[in-house]
């Protein structure tokens, strides 16, 4: 590695120069002081910033820690290598800090964000959230980015005064911008904060590497078959480059760090030529600049790519299919019941059922389970003879 004026044989780490200045950030990063506040009102703490403190209370909320026992997209009925949801958060906000602070944007704020963006997923991944949107058609359905809000400002029962977690305006309006921007898009809505922009970018760059690895080490995949794609094959060359005699699995792991790291890198350069480019001086023209952070655009489409390629051959294997049917009908047996039965639902879910309706209590409740709750109130409702076993493992639980 080439790293001038450094002395020779030092670990990497030792070798590492910090910015001169790495807490000042630039013109048109968010600062804590211009924080539009919460919506009851706090005395400011001691010794945090209000989005240190948002990412504490994210941190430190039961949705945050049930993302331990949700799908990103590997269960745990497949094997225990794989990311789950909580996993995939961390590496999200530790790529999102990365690229944030490289571009002197406001870190604390990148990572509360980066924690809470997949906060309102439901259990059993995008199975789950496509059958609660289905079953919720006709009340406006499931959307997990929505859910991520709801749980923040509703759900959550942490502190006497006020429901949620009061977390700050920014907060809360860069998780609305996930929940609303596949809508059509509109010229006179603004762009998001570059903060938000970057926990984007390092969601797909965390997710499309990693559930490639997973898959690999899984067995659904195998490095030949990904060598069709650009991206994998640049990546493969420069790992071989290097070491011409490694084994597969090291093999692997080198190529999903190559990968990575030229995504993270990439990114960075790209995105710090376009704001020069852009010509802002502040954080307000931020909001007429367009999407600034993201890879480049020949690195966009090869990504693509690979993510057109997991989907057809990883998201739509025959053995995720059929462990996604299983999943998809426990859930909708679940909603059935509870519906049905309004009675059987924890007593904090009353009052959601008559404000907002059974439907929305019953999605609220299961999309709170993780997926082993799940399964062990669904075989639990099969023991007592409530629901019909359909597989033998679930006739093993029946009476
Ligand atoms: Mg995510």
Request: hydrophobic share 35%.
């Amino acid at each position: 590695m080439d790293v001038v004026g450094v002395t020779k044989g030092l670990p990497v780490d030792y070798q590492f120069r910090e910015d001169p200045d790495p807490f000042l950030l630039a013109p048109w990063a968010l600062r804590a002081a211009r924080s539009r506040g919460r919506r009851y009102l706090e005395s400011p703490h001691p010794y945090r910033s209000p989005f240190q403190r948002d990412r504490d209370r994210i941190l430190h909320c039961a949705a945050f820690r049930r993302l331990s026992e949700k799908t990103q997209v590997f269960t745990t009925e497949v094997g225990d290598y794989h990311r789950t949801r909580l996993t995939h958060t961390l590496e999200v906000a530790s790529v999102a800090r990365t690229i944030g602070r490289a571009l002197r944007l406001n870190e604390d704020f990148i990572e509360a964000l980066a924690l809470l963006h997949d906060i309102g997923h439901p259990p059993f991944g995008h199975t789950g959230e496509k059958t609660l949107n289905a079953l919720r058609a006709s009340e406006g359905g499931f959307q997990h980015n929505a859910q991520a809000l709801r749980i923040v400002e509703k759900l959550e029962r942490r502190y006497p005064d006020f429901p949620g977690l009061n977390l700050t305006r920014e907060v809360l309006d860069g998780q609305a911008y996930r929940a609303e921007k596949k809508k059509p898009p509109c010229p006179t809505t603004p762009s998001p904060l570059l903060e938000v922009q970057v926990v984007d970018a390092a969601d797909s760059i965390s997710y499309l590497s990693h559930d490639a690895d997973d898959a690999l080490e899984m067995g659904l995949l195998d490095l030949d078959r990904l060598a069709v794609l650009p991206i994998w094959r640049t990546a493969m060359e420069q790992v071989r480059e290097k070491w011409t005699d490694l084994e597969e699995a090291d093999l692997r792991r080198e190529v999903i760090r190559s990968l990575i790291n030229r995504q993270v890198t990439e990114s960075i350069e790209v995105s710090r030529e376009r704001i020069e480019a852009s010509g802002i001086d502040t954080i307000e023209a931020v909001a007429r600049a367009g999407i600034l952070i993201g890879p480049g655009e020949g690195l966009a489409e090869q990504l693509a790519e690979l993510e057109t390629f997991l989907f057809q051959q990883v998201y739509r294997h025959p053995r995720i299919i059929r462990y996604r049917k299983e999943v998809s009908r426990w859930l909708e047996e679940l909603f059935h019941f509870y519906r049905d039965h309004p009675d059987r639902l924890p007593s904090r879910y009353l009052p959601i059922l008559q404000e907002e309706g059974i439907g929305r209590a019953v999605s609220d409740w299961i999309a709170n389970q993780t997926d082993r709750a799940v399964r062990l109130e669904y075989l639990r409702l099969v023991r007592e003879g409530t629901l019909s076993p359909r597989t033998p493992m679930e006739k093993n639980y029946s009476g």
